[in-house]
């Protein structure tokens, strides 16, 4: 990275400003998921042995810029206290005299978790004197959060721009080099999976990847736009319209001759099609096109097969969205198939790297999520980065300082 890391910081009694993402599910008070936690935690671990006096910060939800009991970080600061092995204050608040008081009082090696940063309006619109707030906690921060990178906001964009130094911690730094590698040497052939419901956010990427992969393929909602704009017909199935040219123009550079940029774009050639998403009822497309009054919810065993094949020769993997409407169980079937069939080539030697919720729920669902490569904590992000997209929570980071060039001997 060309931006400070942790590794570059003196935390020996510093106060430690650490933005982190423990966004994660709670039930009846507990933690269910803990990914996210546990992912901070080689972050978290390195500034409590060196001596730093932490303070984390997150969000959790989508309070609507007000406290709201639901969305509060009070079951993530008790579960991280177990992983930790180790006490950790909840903060009644992120800003305020109390939180102050809480942090003046901190001591080496202690942690700090603030309430839910979202509990104000302020955070999403990166209000300035909010940002300040947050900053005064500190005396260096860290930005962990690799799933809220995308966003500027006060606690991710605003408190870098105002300390001295802003460094990337080790997740963030993991995940920005995996990607990197992903867009500028992946070993080929290079297989790119792409599902999901919103064909906008996707375009972006295959426009800026589409010249260094060997296939993309299509599944989920977007795979009926590309259809649509092939001519196909895909009968009620999702579609986005203003997305339908695009889509085209796409598929003509794919098709472009060159033996340089010439690549597989593979569709659905056949689909699991329902009446509607709770349909209970479904059945197989005999081809790829769908019959008025029915659509597409899965992909088919036509295209699991294509899907799978193409996997299996593949070095470089990246993987974002599901092949179909992954929350029913009746159209989960593709996307389990494409998890195990990454998992199957990543045993055989590729590097593979998947993004998005539904991806990684499908991982776990087929019992395959220790068999991947890297499991990015940020879906929104992990495609902004493969879009070619500047983050702004990672711009916001401090540059690098340049090493002494060592004179030849």
């Known amino acids: 990275m060309d931006r400070l890391v942790i590794d570059d910081l003196e935390l020996k009694g510093k106060r430690v400003l650490t933005r982190v993402d423990f966004n994660v599910p709670i039930a009846d008070g507990k933690v269910g998921d803990d990914t996210r936690i546990r992912a901070a935690l080689p972050t978290i671990n390195k500034v409590i042995s060196d001596g730093g006096r ?37 903060a009644a608040d992120c800003v305020g005299d109390s939180v102050e008081k809480q942090v003046s009082k901190l001591q080496d090696g202690e942690v700090l978790l603030l309430e839910n940063v979202r509990f104000h309006k302020e955070e999403t619109s990166n209000e300035p004197e909010f940002a300040k707030q947050l900053a005064d906690h500190g005396e260096v921060f860290i930005n962990d959060a690799f799933g809220t990178a995308h966003r500027a906001h006060a606690s991710t964009v605003g408190v870098a721009k105002i300390l001295k130094e802003a460094a990337a911690g080790y997740l963030l ?61 895909i009968g009620d199935s999702l579609l986005d319209d203003n997305s339908i040219a695009t889509a085209h123009n796409a598929m003509v550079v794919a098709d472009n001759p060159h033996p340089e940029k010439r690549l597989d774009f593979v569709l659905p050639l056949d689909h699991t099609v329902a009446s509607s998403p709770k349909a209970p009822d479904f059945q197989t497309s005999p081809n790829g096109g769908i019959a008025s009054g029915a659509m597409g919810v899965d992909i088919g065993p036509k295209t699991i097969a294509a899907f799978r094949e193409k996997i299996l020769t593949a070095k470089s993997i990246f993987w974002n969205g599901p092949m179909g409407i992954f929350e029913n169980e009746n159209f989960a079937t593709g996307t389990i198939e494409v998890a195990k069939a990454v998992a199957e080539a990543t045993g055989n030697g590729a590097f593979s790297v998947i993004g998005g919720g539904d991806s990684v729920a499908a991982l776990e669902k087929a019992g395959v999520k220790e068999s991947i490569s890297h499991v990015s904590t940020g879906g929104g992000a992990s495609l902004e980065f493969m879009a070619g997209i500047d983050l702004p929570g990672i711009n916001a980071l401090s540059k690098a300082k340049k090493k002494p060039e060592v004179a030849a001997q």
């Open 54 to 90: 932490l303070i984390l910060m997150s969000h959790l939800g989508r309070p609507k810029g007000k406290p709201d009991s639901k969305f509060s970080l009070k079951p993530v600061a008790e579960h991280l206290a177990g992983l930790l092995e180790k006490p950790v204050v909840m």
């Open 173 to 233: 730094q993991s995940e920005v080099e995996t990607l990197t590698k992903m867009l500028e040497s992946p070993e080929k052939p290079y297989v790119v999976i792409l599902g999901g419901a919103k064909v906008a956010d996707k375009l972006q990427v295959i426009r800026n990847i589409i010249t260094k992969v060997s296939a993309i393929l299509v599944g989920g909602g977007m795979a009926y736009t590309f259809l649509k704009a092939r001519g196909t017909e």
